[in-house]
């Protein structure tokens, strides 16, 4: 590993600036600390509310990561508070957090670290903390003691696994006072502490520590196989995709019978090396590399037993995540203390030998999070192998920070899941108009978005407006031509690809043809009949067979018009058309029913904003048959209905979001008009 520092750049910082500074650095090396793991602090003197010069630690914030962290995420504590703790010999979590929020030196400012006195016991100026993958696979094994003495000799005190806390914090501060030679301290399964005069040395202390441990394993594997050859055989590329396209809407809907999950696909090689081995098995049930991994991966992934038929793939995966809720099950009621509750008993990680590794988590920023600790596990796993044999936290050690009280008091304090949180939206005709809208809707209320269009820049843009809204992962643009059997199939396999399955289908894209019968040309017809009817049915069919799969129900909502109420004059061809869609969308409803799907529609009528449906020629043929002036036709309409209201697609995707969320839980076969009151067109 080589030191990010740039003398130009640090050149103009200082104090806590320099430390946000080295603090991305660190961030920007996956191997050195995963999302929100490692720690940084530096010792100045600051001013306090009474204008008194004092000293204070600023250490990195509760939930911040080292890769985007910023001042704000630093906060400051006094290190008189601190330092009065140094007498004591333990305290509990709850009460530190509590007396740490005392001492402040901003009250009610970003919580601080539960490894704050950590930092602030160690007397020098600037600390670093990290879980550097290669420094966990020296102290993972079992031959730990010797191995941190075989590279490093007397220049690193190793120290023994505890939980972080008061008792942790403590133990390093004596050790590290006993031990003036040393440059360094490695916890046991749990990383390095280097501290030092400045930050840049800090830095780089341990950027020379991990360096010296990539050495020595580099050294150790040398012409060595890691995991051996496959024990089942690896499915070739293309069979691969297929698999997976069939396990994944199972899959999720068995992770998500208590709570949905969003989920990942990754058949890396890496990780097809690891998950295929004879070894695999065993290294696999052994527990995570670090603490801070069981957060978001449990103590251990769902291993599945396998021969490698694909034809009995579904059938095995099934029986690998029941063994697990059962092994999950009495694994917590084995170390169960006072006042503990089972969370979710359903693996983060799911191991297929031959195909992969799917991983589960609340949204896909999660998911992916999760695929990112499992790689750096099996690397851990790989590496720690070339000294002795994988070794991790005790079952004890792995559930006292799962169901760490900490922890869990974290959760009570994010905020509720938005409506659509943990699904999956999938939106045809999204590029524009009603369709744009609607994704930008259901995103905002928390559904992950697949914004579908013909244009395939339009799609793109709106994905990528979502994102910029609502946060990465969260939307994903594709081209579909849902006329075309094979480009609707090929996006909803994308789409099960990227989240694991799908929830919601608004199938809204359409096409106008204002035309007589007796002038209508046949391939105007069937082109209306080709988009507004087929596309429906091509649209809703792939739907059907990914939430059946899925059993977690789901809601259809298709978006058709006042005019299979009302049809216009000089309009047959659409009319008609959206006829089929609706007659097609109750079936749906009879259809689905049983599987608990449901299938609504919306009725809009004349939304003219941002619409691609409104051409110029339409809107010169409906101002013809209505005996007006083109410019006259969006105020004709208006004035037309009731409420003399404009009909915008925002007001199209607010009630699309009724019909997609719980709140219509109960209404199916439904239609729901958004024409201002046409009385014509009222649904009866």
Known sequence: MRSRWNDAEAATLSGLDLLVYASRLIGAETSLVVWGGGNTSIKTREHDHRGREIDVLRVKGSGSDLKSIQRKDFPGVRMDDILALLPRDDMGDQEMVSYLAHGLLDPGGVRPSIETL????????????????????????????????DVYGKDVIPLDYRRPGFKISRDVADTIRGHPEAKALVLAKHGTICWAATIREAYEATIELITRAEDAIRERRRGRQVFGPP???????????????????????QLGRRTRVVMTFDDAAPVLEFVSSPEAPALSQIGPATPDHTIYTKRLPAYVQTDGDPAKLAADVSA????????????????????????????????????????????????????DIYHHTIDVIGNAAAFGRYAS????????VEYWPLELYKLTLAPPDKELARRVALVTGGGSGIGKAVAKKLAAEGAHVVVT????????AVANDVIKAVGAGRALGLGMDVTDEGSVRAAFEESVLAYGGIDIIVSNAGIAHGASVADMRLEDWERSFAVNARGHFLVAREAMRVLIAQGLGGALVFV????????????????????????????????????????????????????KLWSEEIRRERAAAQGIAVEQL???????????????????????????????????????????????????
Not at 643 to 648: C, E, G, Q
């Open 320 to 371: 690998g995540v029941d063994r697990f809720v059962e092994d999950y099950t009495r694994y917590f009621e084995s170390q169960r203390q006072e006042g503990a509750a089972l969370t979710d008993p359903f693996p983060r990680v799911v191991l297929v030998p031959g195909l992969g590794m799917f991983t589960a988590g609340k949204d896909k920023r999660t998911a992916g999070i999760v695929d």
């Open 393 to 400: 936290l005790s079952a004890k050690d792995a559930y006292d």
């Open 118 to 149: 950590l930092h602030g016991f160690v007397s020098a100026h600037a600390v670093v903390h990290t879980h550097a993958d290669a420094i966990v696979s020296l102290t993972n094994n079992d031959r730990a003691r010797e191995t941190l003495t």
């Open 453 to 460: 269009d013909l244009d395939v820049a339009g799609a793109n």
């Open 231 to 253: 024990r089942v055989r690896v499915l070739e590329p293309a069979e691969r995709r297929a698999s997976a396209l069939a396990l994944a809407p199972k899959l999720r809907g």
């Open 560 to 611: 058709a018009t006042k005019n299979v109420m009302s049809p216009g004059k000089d309009f047959s061809a659409y009319s008609a058309s959206k006829a089929a869609e609706a007659q097609l969308a109750k079936v749906l409803a009879l259809e689905g029913a049983p599987h608990g799907i449901r299938s609504n529609i919306v009725n809009p009528d004349a939304v003219f904003q941002d619409s």
């Open 634 to 684: 969006e105020d004709f309409y208006r004035k037309r209905n009731l409420l003399a209201a404009r009909i915008l697609p925002e007001d199209v995707a607010e009630a699309v979001l009724f019909l997609a969320s719980d709140r219509s839980a109960k209404t199916t076969g439904c239609t729901l008009t958004v024409d201002g009151g046409v009385k014509d067109a009222f649904p009866r």
